[in-house]
């Protein structure tokens, strides 16, 4: 459960940018998590739920989670893909062996406040 | 007074805008793109670069609970007693067990208490480093093993500021470890194979475990060790010796 650690942190973030903005409510929040990011997005939002009625600012806002992919690099051909679950295989030479790049991320993309 | 109007309504006034005086709540959308794990990043990148000053290497062991980082430890300190000067910071949710047992090896270790939480993170290993620096010995170190909160999910989240991600799992565990915890292998450069002296009583295929390993992270170096009967220890060493020879070189 390190998800609420995360939505802790992105509380603060929230705290924070309203402060820099001047506004005292903030309404809609987006985050990307990505596929290897190693976080469960039911229980990231279970966590948002939960801790964003805790605070008057972000009481009532609505959280949306986008699942950007990652690329995944054939070691043989280099051939890369974009996709949100490992592919077995090289989509052109069907080597196995794919090395993971990005998708690790768990990013605030976009806050709406007022 | 509301920040955005100017009406005389507190907080406790509902979106609807029922009431009829003409105004318009202005809302504003920023564009941040920025990584939550940002603060926690910001603390590791500070501790590798107080790692790299001081000419430390800093390896994080992650596993789930009872897959032998502590055990590894102590034949690890036994076997490089005298040649590399070893620190070791141990976290846990309760108890200094593991530290006491580290601490009986003669090697400054310091031991974290998490108190509940699942994982270390970057700001308790800064903390963590200081103490073990006021440790007999600790202020002078080759080698930091972290020992992370026995758990293979959240660990792998946070970067504690390490060189080195070993990611440990032993046979009784089973062989399906890569493929069901992919993020603690993904994000690792060591996968190590424990207790494989008892390869006999379980069913461990340990070249499908490599595999699998293999299959999520190809750069992954892959070991298998016995703490107890020794075997394959001194692929282990030799991996220990070549990062603390290259580390000097860089430093020289």
């Known amino acids: 459960m390190h998800e609420m650690s995360l939505v802790q942190g992105l509380i603060d973030q929230l705290v924070s940018l309203a402060a820099e903005h001047d506004k005292n409510k903030i309404l809609t929040v987006t985050v990307d998590i990505g596929p290897l990011s190693g976080v469960a997005i039911d229980s990231f939002q279970f966590a948002f739920d939960i801790l964003s009625k805790e605070n008057s600012l972000t009481n009532g806002a609505s959280l949306t989670i986008i699942n950007s992919p990652a690329t995944y690099r054939c070691v043989q051909c280099g051939y890369e893909e974009s996709a949100s679950v490992r592919p077995d295989q090289c989509l052109k030479c069907k080597e196995s062996l794919l090395i993971p790049e990005g998708g690790d991320a768990i990013t605030l993309n976009q806050v709406e406040l007022e | ?252």
């Open chain 2, 1 to 252: 007074m509301c920040d955005s109007c100017g009406c005389d309504l507190t907080h406790t006034h509902t979106h609807d805008h029922d009431h009829d005086h003409k105004h318009t709540h202005n809302s504003q959308v920023i564009e941040v793109h920025k990584n939550l794990l940002a603060a926690n990043d910001a603390l590791a990148a500070g501790n590798r670069a107080h790692f790299d000053a001081k000419g430390i290497v800093a390896i994080n062991l992650i596993s789930s609970p009872g897959s032998g980082k502590t055990t590894l430890l102590e034949k690890t300190i036994e076997r490089l007693k005298g040649s590399i000067r070893i620190g070791v910071i141990e976290g846990d949710i309760e108890t200094d067990r593991d530290a006491q047992r580290i601490r009986a090896k003669g090697v400054p270790v310091i031991q974290l208490t998490t108190g509940g939480a699942c994982h270390l993170d970057a700001g308790q290993i800064h903390k963590g480093f200081h103490l073990l620096e006021h440790e007999p010995g600790g202020d002078q170190l080759d080698i930091l093993f972290i020992e992370n909160v026995g758990n293979l999910v959240c660990p792998a989240t946070f970067d504690l500021g390490e060189h080195q991600r070993v990611v440990l799992v032993s046979v009784p565990e089973g062989p399906d470890k890569p493929s069901k915890y992919p993020k603690a292998f993904i994000s690792s450069q060591v996968f190590v194979i424990s207790k494989t002296d008892l390869l006999p009583y379980f069913d461990f295929p340990v070249a499908e475990a490599k595999a699998d390993a293999l299959h999520l992270n190809p750069r992954l170096q892959v070991m298998d060790l016995s703490s107890t009967t020794g075997e394959g220890f001194d692929a282990w060493i030799e991996y220990l010796t070549s990062l603390h020879s290259k580390n000097q070189q860089t430093a020289a």
